[in-house]
Every structure is written in C-alpha cells, then in structure tokens.
C-alpha cells in the first residue's frame, strides 16, 4: 500500500527522494521549487527566466506565412489568401488591440459561396499556429464534410479574433472558425484557440462566439477532438440560428489525458 506523500517533508541529504516529483507528474505548474536559503535555486531561476525566453519568443516571432500557406494548400481546400489587420507591426499589435481587429485595407476578395470559412490568426502565438494549425485545420475539413462546405483558408497576420468578422462578411460564409495562437504564459506557449461565430459581421460581440481552447496535443485538446466539439458546435448553431454563450458543448466520451490539461491563464479574445 502506498503511502500518502507528505509534502510538507524536506528532502533529506543523501535519501535521493523529492517528494513533490509524483506532484509534479500531474501538472506543468511550478510547484515545490527548490531554495537555496532565502531565494529560489539557481537552476530554478534559470529555468524561469528561459520560460519567459520562450512566451516572449512566442509572442514576438513573426508567422512564416508561406510555410504555413503551403501546409494548408495541402488540404486542397482552395489557395490559401493572406490579409494583415490595420496594425503596422507587432509593437502597434500589442499596444492597440483594436487595429488588430480591423483589416489593413479592403479585401480583395468575394463571396464565396460556403458554408464556413476557416481564418488562421497569428494571434499571440506564432509559435502556437506554425506547430499546431495545420494539423488541427485538416482535422476541422474532415470533421465537416461533406455536409458543411468550406471556403479557401484565409491566414491572417497581425491579427485578433475580430478580424475574422470582416473576413467572414465578405467571403458571406454563415459561419467563421477563427484559428488562433493564444497568449502563451509560463508553462504552455503553443496553445491555439477556435473561436466560432455565426452570421459575422463588425460588431459582434465576445458573448456571440464559442471559443474551444487549449490545442495542443499530446498535453492539451487533440486535434481530432477539438474537431469534434466545433462540428457539434456548428451542427447547434445552425440549428439556433446563433453562437455565443446560450450554445453550450455536449459532453464528449473522449477520455481526458492521463497529465491534465496545460491551461494558459486567459484566451486571446477580440
């Protein structure tokens, strides 16, 4: 029988035991770091500051825009189109979110005649959407047909949730799925979101979309199953004739991973 791990109980010299390690199994958060008097070991300060190396790379690192242009051409979906949002650069980006909202200029593109348009935002994680986006997107075609149809992907730089609104209007699809890296934090830096919204138009609300977050396989949402709850999602929102918080997801038999979920501390939203 085992027995209960005292967590309170010091490591002695010489008994090569760490009694946070079977904690530590079960989460990425930081937990029972080690001290050397007063402050934390140096191994843990380093460890943190490469962390924080790696949220700001995550956040910073251009998209590579045709590496991910040439990946989602693979899902013969259409040629892939890139738009950028009215902020300049990353500077503007992170300093006025709402210009991250806005296209840069017309879109010189029409109706396409869809049911659903699928936009890849760079969002607040580069990282984040060249690690994961095309995988997950394949999983979302699969996922849809044949009964939803969708139109070429859109890949959007500089951008946030919001930009898809304007990018759904003018492509006059019922629905758009905004594919998005979400703000990385100390533990998790390649997280994507999905944010779903119907009939998108300016001024949509945060309250009128679904957001299915977490991406990030083998430690967050896989991409099969992240599929999944958008096709339930849209299947009820089509029926609803709305998205937003009144349309909840149905409860999947999907087992969770046995190391529960990294979750960042807060989406990346409109």
């Known amino acids: 029988m085992n027995r209960p791990i005292d967590a309170t109980r010091s490591a002695q010299p010489g008994d090569g035991i760490d009694p946070w390690d079977r904690m530590r199994a079960h989460t990425l958060a930081r937990i029972g770091l080690r001290r050397a008097g007063d402050t934390l070991a140096t191994p843990e300060v380093l460890a943190l500051n490469a962390s924080h190396a790696l949220a700001r790379d995550a956040v910073r690192t251009p998209l590579d825009v045709a590496a991910v242009r040439t990946a989602l051409a693979e899902l013969e979906l259409g040629t892939p189109v890139h738009v950028t949002s009215a902020a300049a650069d990353r500077d503007q980006y992170l300093r006025r ?7 840069s200029g017309p879109l010189e593109f029409g109706s396409s005649g ?3 348009a699928l936009v890849v ?3 607040l994680s580069a990282t984040a959407v060249t690690d994961h986006a095309a995988g997950l997107c394949a999983a979302l075609s699969q ?3 044949p009964d939803y149809s969708l139109a070429p992907p859109v890949i959007a730089t500089q951008a946030r949730v919001a930009l898809g609104d304007h990018i759904g209007r003018t492509l006059g699809v019922r629905a758009v799925l905004v594919v998005i890296g979400e703000r990385p ?3 998790v830096t390649d997280s994507l979101g999905i944010y779903l919204t119907y009939a998108p138009r300016p001024g949509r609300a945060d309250s009128e979309r679904n957001c299915i977050s977490n991406i990030r396989p083998p430690h967050g949402l896989g991409y099969t199953d992240a599929a999944t709850v958008a096709r339930d999602l849209i299947d009820q929102i089509f029926r609803a004739g709305r998205s937003g918080v009144s349309i909840k997801p149905r409860a999947s038999s999907t087992p969770l991973p046995s190391r529960p979920l990294g979750i960042t501390s807060d989406s990346e939203i409109a």
């Not at 979110?97 to 296209?103: A, H, K, S, T, Y």
Request: aromatic share 6%; net charge negative; with cysteine.
């Open 143 to 145: 996922a849809f047909a």
């Open 114 to 116: 869809t049911d659903l």
């Open 185 to 187: 934090g100390l533990s």
């Open 121 to 123: 935002c760079d969002g």
């Open 97 to 103: 979110p709402d210009l991250g909202r806005m296209p």
